[in-house]
């Protein structure tokens, strides 16, 4: 089945620029989705097709997919910025959502 | 506004069955595919099963397949996972999700929790 890895955590000073991957086999190929999820709450959808961002999600966020890794990467970071991130694939080969292990922010 | 309630979560013995319910509102429903996806105390999202709109095309994850059951009633604009055979590492907050199958999940409920324990 198909595989989504993404790094424990990542740790960024307010102000500076945060940027967590997503690597997959490939994934390049596929569209990938990025999801925020604070402590006790429901995910939200920040990032969807690669590049594309919902209504109300600040510009400082943005995505980038190539080959094996895809990045979610969050400028000029703020304290609100610190949560759980999960990208997310559609595997064709098996008809199944796959998410990624997740990632936590912290803002130092 | 869209909205999505899920409602069914309890304490259920090892072996046992719950059904989840999740109500949705302010969008047309069979527009969408909608989703469950869970997540164990202190863990991961983890994907669990999908409904197609028009067509109920069904999806699971290998963890749960054959033991869960997914179906939606458009006519009330619910849909519902049936959960049979549960498993301890079935215990998790169950979110239920909008999207179109295949892409993002784009609205999310709040979540009801499922415990199973002896």
């Known amino acids: 089945s198909y595989v989504l890895t993404q790094p424990p955590s990542v740790s960024v000073a307010p102000g500076k620029t945060a940027r967590i991957s997503c690597g997959g086999n490939n994934i390049g190929s596929k569209s990938v989705h990025w999801y925020q999820q604070k402590p006790g709450q429901a995910p939200v959808l920040v990032i969807y097709y690669d590049t594309d961002r919902p209504s109300g999600i600040p510009e400082r966020f943005s995505g980038s997919n190539s080959e094996n890794t895809a990045t979610l990467t969050i400028s000029r970071v703020e304290a609100g910025d610190e949560a759980d991130y999960y990208c997310q694939v559609w595997d064709s080969s098996s008809d199944q959502y796959v998410l990624g292990t997740g990632t936590k922010v912290t803002v130092l | 506004e869209v909205q999505l309630l899920e409602s069914g979560g309890d304490r259920v013995q090892p072996g046992g069955s719950l059904r989840l319910s999740c109500a949705a509102s302010?969008?047309?429903?069979?527009?969408?595919?909608m989703s469950w996806v869970r997540q164990a105390p202190g863990q991961g999202l983890e994907w669990v099963s999908s409904?197609?709109?028009?067509?109920?095309?069904?999806y699971y994850a290998d963890s749960v397949k054959g033991r869960f059951t997914v179906s939606r009633d458009n006519s009330k604009n619910t849909f519902y996972l049936q959960m049979n055979s549960l498993r301890a590492d079935d215990a998790a907050v169950y979110f239920c999700?909008?999207?179109?199958?295949?892409?993002?999940?784009?609205?999310w409920g709040q979540g009801t929790l499922v415990t199973v324990s002896s």
């Open positions: 999700a909008r999207g179109i199958l295949g892409g993002s999940f784009d609205n």
């Open positions: 302010g969008f047309t429903f069979t527009y969408y595919a």
């Open positions: 409904i197609g709109g028009n067509d109920g095309g069904t």
